[in-house]
T-cell receptor, first 117, second 111 residues
Framework: GAVVSQHPSRVICKSGTSVKIECRSL??????MFWYRQFPKQSLMLMATSNEGSKATYEQGVEKDKFLINHASLTLSTLTVTSAHPEDSSFYIC?????????????FGDGTRLSIL | GEDVEQSLFLSVREGDSSVINCTYT??????LYWYKQEPGAGLQLLTYIFSNMDMKQDQRLTVLLNKKDKHLSLRIADTQTGDSAIYFCAESSGGYQKVTFGTGTKLQVIP
């Protein structure tokens, strides 16, 4: 079945560091990928929709200069948390839908746990 | 905007059936999903149902949809300790639209 790989699975770094998270569709092409954020004991909130070859669409309240998204190919989207601070510590999950399968659910990566000290 | 609500907690004894309920507000919801998340892990798709269906059964899982009341339920038969996790109800109004997640229901299975 379709697999979404997310890397790294866990990051611990100092405040002020920029962190890049990768989301890859391993065996299918995905023009559209999604980035979600999950705070402890809370639900997933959509941050942005990543579109291959064009600018990402950010949800209200999400700083686009803080969370840089690049979707340079049909199998890779990256989320860069710039100058990360402790309040950015969270669980980030990406998802992708295979092109041409509008009636199928999205496939999720395993998530990246980001801890900023 | 879209809103998806679930009860926060459910406790059942091993071997009993579990029923997790969900309500949503978006009348244009086309796809409704149930995801499972174990501690510290990502999301696992359990099952999904199209809005033109009333019921879907897959082994121990039964999904019921009442579109009129915008109510979705997940029944887990013969609940096992390995079923302990957080279960998220989710909806999407279109094939390429974003997925809106519920608040999650923590299922605790007592041996």
């Amino acid at each position: 079945g379709a697999v979404v790989s997310q890397h790294p699975s866990r990051v611990i770094c100092k405040s002020g560091t920029s962190v890049k998270i990768e989301c890859r569709s391993l065996d299918f092409q995905a023009t559209t990928m999604f980035w979600y954020r999950q705070f402890p004991k809370q639900s997933l909130m959509l941050m942005a929709t990543s579109n291959e070859g064009s600018k990402a669409t950010y949800e209200q309240g999400v700083e686009k200069d803080k969370f840089l998204i690049n979707h340079a190919s049909l199998t890779l989207s990256t989320l860069t948390v710039t100058s990360a601070h402790p309040e950015d510590s969270s669980f980030y999950i990406c998802s992708a839908r295979e092109d041409g399968t509008a009636d199928q659910p999205q496939h999720f990566g395993d998530g990246t746990r980001l801890s900023i000290l | 905007g879209e809103d998806v609500e679930q009860s926060l907690f459910l406790s059942v004894r091993e071997g009993d059936s579990s029923v997790i309920n969900c309500t949503y507000t978006d009348s244009s919801s086309t796809y409704l999903y149930w995801y499972k998340q174990e501690p510290g892990a990502g999301l696992q798709l359990l099952t999904y149902i199209f809005s033109n269906m009333d019921m879907k059964q897959d082994q121990r899982l039964t999904v019921l949809l009442n579109k009129k009341d915008k109510h979705l339920s997940l029944r887990i038969a013969d609940t096992q300790t390995g079923d302990s996790a957080i279960y998220f109800c989710a909806e999407s109004s279109g094939g390429y639209q974003k997925v809106t997640f519920g608040t999650g229901t923590k299922l605790q299975v007592i041996p």
